[in-house]
């Protein structure tokens, strides 16, 4: 039963490759026919023409953090892992306490 399910995992995993191909050739068609229509000379010009639509702009980040806490946010994510479907944290205990920091009612239950 197990060889079943894996040849189900690996079938979806295959899926899931040609969905990303597919929609990766639809953007890049996207990207071209916009190209065209925009009658832009250079793609910095074809850029220049999305700056006002808000979903394009760039934010100043609003940055909150210590440097040690961003220190530690980045040691959390490079210690991360891609299992195919989602990431998986390595110390969850350390991560949770470490979320902890910022709850509002800080006393711990």
């Given at each position: 039963m197990t060889t079943e399910l894996e040849k189900l995992n690996e079938q979806q995993r295959k899926l899931n490759q040609k969905k990303r191909q597919a929609r990766t050739k639809e953007y890049q068609k996207l990207g071209r026919a916009f190209y065209r229509k925009s009658q832009?000379?250079?793609?910095?010009?074809?850029?220049?023409?999305?700056?006002?639509?808000?979903?394009?702009?760039?934010?100043?980040?609003?940055d909150n953090l210590t440097a040690e806490q961003r220190q530690q946010l980045t040691h959390i994510a490079d210690h991360m892992n891609w299992n195919g479907n989602f990431w998986q944290i390595e110390d969850l205990k350390d991560v949770s306490n470490w979320l902890a920091q910022f709850r509002t009612d800080r006393q711990k239950n």
């Open positions: 832009a000379k250079t793609f910095a010009g074809a850029h220049n023409m999305l700056e006002h639509i808000p979903m394009f702009q760039q934010a100043a980040p609003k």
